[in-house]
């Protein structure tokens, strides 16, 4: 699986949009870059996943550049609940676990 | 974290005591898997299953012990704890498994446990 690179930490206004960018320069073709986010020592929560078109749920985008080395996740109104560390993930089709890094934490301040 | 289900949520065990860690999802997932999560430290992957009677190891596996009787449940145990094992356990699971990219992974809300 590719390797991905996030910044160690990100602040962001409550209520304003939170972008975390991931970099991915080495991703293949065929591999998918997912978002997932833990809270506290909870278990990882899926956000959002893609592979080459941006994507929107109910949680946030995922904008994916079209040379496909990097992404963004966008939270677009961020609240006090979205402080969490999240991490970029890119997975293969032979790929049997989610590779996960340091990650990004993320703090929303009032 | 819907359907993937994880018992007991605390655990204090002594060093050399048996215990299994219970994983249960709803959902009809081929994949399941246990990670272990040490302080400050990144998930790594302990086994995994991709079906009913199939395992495989993952990244860390010795001390731990799994087996998948049925599709529902995929039970971790600990055969001799060590505290070296004091860490948090996550169980995953995955529609399928022969192609996990491209499906969601869904994970359980832990397992704390403690060997003194």
């Known amino acids: 699986d590719a390797k991905t690179t996030q910044p160690p930490s990100m602040d962001c206004a409550e209520g304003r949009a939170a972008n975390l960018p991931c970099n991915h320069s080495t991703i293949s073709g065929n591999e998918y870059v997912y978002w997932y986010r833990q809270i506290h020592s909870q278990g990882p929560q899926y956000i959002i996943h893609g592979l080459k078109n941006n994507e929107t749920n109910e949680m946030a985008s995922l904008i994916i550049t079209e040379d496909r080395k990097s992404s963004t996740l966008i939270l677009p109104h961020a609240t006090l609940r979205d402080t969490a560390v999240y991490y970029c993930?890119?997975?293969?089709?032979?790929?049997?676990?989610?590779?996960f890094g340091s990650g990004t934490q993320l703090t929303v301040l009032p | 974290n819907a359907g993937v289900t994880q018992t007991p949520k605390f655990q204090v065990l002594k060093t050399g005591q048996s215990m299994t860690l219970q994983c249960a999802q709803d959902m009809n997932h081929e994949y399941m898997s246990w990670y272990r999560q040490d302080p400050g430290m990144g998930l790594r992957l302990i086994h995994y299953?991709?079906?009913?009677?199939?395992?495989d190891q993952g990244e860390v596996p010795n001390g731990y012990n799994v087996s998948r009787s049925t599709t529902e449940d995929f039970p971790l145990r600990l055969l001799s704890a060590a505290p070296s094992q004091t860490s948090v356990y996550f169980c995953?699971?995955?529609?399928?498994?022969?192609?996990?990219?491209?499906?969601?992974?869904?994970f359980g809300e832990g397992s704390w446990l403690t060997v003194v």
């Open positions: 995953a699971s995955s529609y399928r498994a022969t192609r996990l990219s491209g499906n969601t992974i869904y």
């Open positions: 993930i890119v997975l293969s089709g032979s790929a049997r676990q989610l590779t």
């Open positions: 299953s991709v079906g009913a009677g199939i395992t």
